[in-house]
């Protein structure tokens, strides 16, 4: 037997370890799981802020005079109508429809994107993409050595970021990026997240990454800002329906098998990666989808787990749980699942979840289980 490669530890990784952070291997990184409780940092992202490092995402950047094209055929969205300074959620299929990640891509000029993917998944996007733009005047660069990744997030993060930076927080939409220096560090500035609330994320030079920790620590000790874990942004997003990579989304799922067809933007000009077989499965799921993602609540205290069946109250399996924790929002344990369309609707009777061979009661509830208040 080999031993498997040594995690490579972001910019923070003596930041966090001189905070007791509990580290984990996520996706080839060493990562902070938790600070203390990760109930506790669930909470203060949801009533005050959570500072998080996310360096471990893949930032990919494409240039050139049809870089946008080069994206609109690579990826599912119409890349080349969003606006300089604003952010799109999308995807990048197989050519059977397969999910390969779900991206976020930023334009940072006419001819200048950023593509954000997921850690676990950074590779295969790198290569996908540098294959698709191969006829295209576009350059594809792998720039995950070039970025430090943190992120503010909660209800407080607008002012504590405010505190460092000039830059116009207040015009900055949802889904947009502005170039600006907060706290002495240049950093694009862009306000998303994956937790529900409202945040920022901040892509920086990894050298400036603990100076500017130290910086947002330090705005955010008055306001009960902590730093919070990979296990706690777990519990956040999945409290606001968002899907993650490996659970909700996989090769074998389509953005329209996820709920999510909206992405899939068929109204642009031209061919893309897997538009045929992605319009079989928009018309097959407007048709009669045989399963659909839902939200589950627990009647008990038993929580479910990835991979649990979903069982009618006949014990036939009727789904599969794709994620599942404790909703410290909620007080009681919630799952995603797919599960048959005919029990896919809210408030349906009799569904339960297998939990080691125990059929225990859940409700079937609508995505999200929590929203924030705008």
């Known amino acids: 037997m080999t031993d498997s490669p040594t995690p490579r530890r972001t910019a923070l990784d003596a930041t966090h370890r001189a905070l007791g952070a509990t580290m984990t291997d996520f996706a080839g990184w060493d990562m902070p799981l938790r600070y203390a409780s990760e109930r506790d940092e669930h909470l ?3 009533g005050r802020a959570g500072l998080f490092d996310l360096s471990h995402m893949g930032e990919i950047t494409l240039t050139g005079p049809q870089a946008a094209d080069a994206l609109d055929y690579a990826l599912v969205g119409n890349i080349g109508k969003v606006a300089v300074g604003r952010a799109r959620y999308t995807m990048i299929c ?9 991206l ?8 200048e994107f950023m593509v954000v993917a997921n850690a ?5 996007v790198l290569d996908a993409l540098t294959e698709r733009a191969a006829g295209f005047e576009a350059s594809v660069r792998d720039d995950r050595d070039a970025y430090a990744l943190l992120a503010v997030q909660g209800p ?17 939409k949802y889904y947009a990026g502005l170039p600006g220096t907060v706290a002495g560090v240049s950093a694009l500035i862009a306000r998303t997240g994956y937790t529900g609330e409202d945040g920022f994320e901040l892509f920086v030079d990894p050298a400036d990454a603990e100076r500017l920790w130290q910086a947002l620590t330090e705005a955010g000790a008055g ?20 899907p993650l990579y490996g659970h909700e989304l996989t090769e074998a799922t389509t953005p329209f098998d996820a709920g999510l067809g909206r992405v899939v933007k068929f109204e642009k000009a031209g061919d ?3 538009r045929a077989a992605l319009a079989a499965a928009a018309e097959k799921a407007e048709a009669a989808p045989p399963r659909k993602l839902v939200g589950l609540v627990a009647e008990g205290r038993r929580v479910p787990r990835a991979g649990f069946s979903v069982v009618a109250g006949d014990g036939s399996v009727i789904g599969e ?8 929002t909620l007080g009681k344990p919630i799952a995603i699942a797919y599960v048959d369309a005919a029990h896919a609707e809210p408030g349906t009777a009799g569904v339960g979840v297998d939990i080691r061979g125990s059929h225990e009661p859940y409700e079937v509830v609508a995505l999200p289980f929590y929203k924030r208040q705008r």
Do not use: H
């Open 272 to 274: 893309f990666v897997g």
């Open 223 to 242: 306001v009960g800002l902590v730093p919070a874990g990979l296990s706690c942004r777990d519990t956040l997003r999945l409290e606001a329906g968002m």
């Open 104 to 111: 976020i891509v930023y334009r940072l000029g006419e001819q």
């Open 321 to 328: 749980v794709t994620s599942g924790a404790p909703s410290p």
């Open 120 to 124: 676990s998944n950074a590779q295969v």
């Open 44 to 46: 203060a992202v949801r």
């Open 156 to 172: 407080e993060s607008a002012g504590i970021l405010k505190s460092l930076t000039d830059a116009d927080l207040d015009g900055l």
């Open 94 to 102: 197989d050519a059977e429809g397969g999910i390969l990640d779900d």
